[in-house]
């Protein structure tokens, strides 16, 4: 057994698309697990275009109602097998509908996947910044609309050099009139002052915001506010954006009192688990199980949760 594998961990930020069980997929396509994992783990780090057809190639998977149940059932086991107790798993529900499945029916089989399992989870739903206003509000309203039966929030990912946050001012306005809570993917590709207006519009959590460590006034502001950030060491070294685990600002964000929990991001692309996310962090910046526990604690204070249920998995988590 892996060291920290039995410790009950908490996931907030895990795509679905990029975190395919390889014998699941094997099985579905008849192709060997070794041809499977060419295509959906990455093979080069830094290298973007595989990195797109690793997400991509998922999505052509997921275009039935029983695949995208059998999918979400799987890595909720997976997810177990790592010893985690709750996890809010990310969908980009608009690039299942290739084969015209409606929003309802895709979330519908995923919240079927998942109650399958005994892992208490939650979906949070995908806007992405290429898409048109009217596609991203239509993912406002199916969150609302499946808000505290399984649906916990919107994110919103993509290309923040190309479509920078600051202008998803009315997106967000909307999500906040339709009482929709959300998590921005920021100051990752981008820069603080992505995750300045992120934090301005009222996101609940910032998916990465690595960038954080280049502003003063943005960790300050995150600290203010009692926001924290997903990160996920990986997926960053996957993205090419940090050459080695050490480049990672982790510790020199946690050193100056912002809050961060530790995420996988995509298990399958990058080869991990939090396992492995918390390995790493032992051995190049030396964190220890209690700083572990604590951001595990962190991670249920910020979940997508009702108080109750809050205190139950802090009680589950000793
Ligand atoms: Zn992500």
Redesign the pocket.
Same mark, same amino acid.
């Given at each position: 057994m892996k060291k920290y594998e039995s410790l009950k961990k908490v996931e907030l /930020?895990c /795509?679905l698309d990029g975190s395919l069980n390889l014998d699941k997929v094997s099985k579905w396509t008849r192709k060997n697990v070794g041809d499977v994992e060419k295509q959906l783990r990455l093979q080069k780090n830094g290298d973007m275009e595989a990195y797109k057809e690793c997400l991509s190639y998922p999505k052509t998977l997921l275009q039935t109602k029983m695949r995208l149940k059998d999918a979400a059932e799987q890595l909720c086991k997976d997810l177990q097998n790592d010893y985690v107790v709750y996890a809010e798993i990310?969908v980009d529900p608009l690039a299942h509908t290739a084969k015209d499945l409606t929003l309802n029916e895709i979330v519908d089989s995923l919240l079927e996947g998942i109650k399958n399992t005994t892992l208490k989870a939650r979906l949070i739903l995908c806007m992405k910044r290429d898409r048109e206003f009217e596609e991203n509000k239509a993912i406002i309203d199916i969150a609302k609309k499946y808000l505290k039966k399984g649906v916990a929030a919107v994110d919103l990912?993509g290309d923040e050099v190309k479509y920078p946050t600051r202008s998803f001012k009315e997106l967000f306005a909307y999500a906040k009139d339709s009482g929709v809570p959300f998590v921005v /993917?920021a100051g990752e590709t981008g820069t603080a002052s992505d995750i300045d207006s992120a934090i301005s519009f009222g996101a609940s959590r910032i998916?990465h915001g690595v960038k954080a460590i280049t502003s003063y006034d943005t960790m300050e502001a995150l600290k203010r506010e009692n926001i924290p950030l997903e990160i996920c060491l990986s997926s960053n070294i996957a993205t090419g954006l940090y050459e080695k685990y050490g480049d990672n600002p982790v510790q020199r964000l946690v050193d100056s009192g912002v809050s961060v929990v530790i995420c996988t991001?995509n298990r399958t692309l990058a080869n991990t688990t939090l396992t492995d996310e918390y390995n790493t962090l032992n051995r190049v910046f030396g964190f220890t199980i209690n700083e572990f526990t604590n951001m595990n604690k962190l991670a249920i204070e910020h979940a997508f949760l009702s108080d109750k249920e809050k205190a139950e998995l802090l009680k589950e988590l000793e």
């Open positions: /930020h /795509h990310r990912t /993917h998916g991001d």
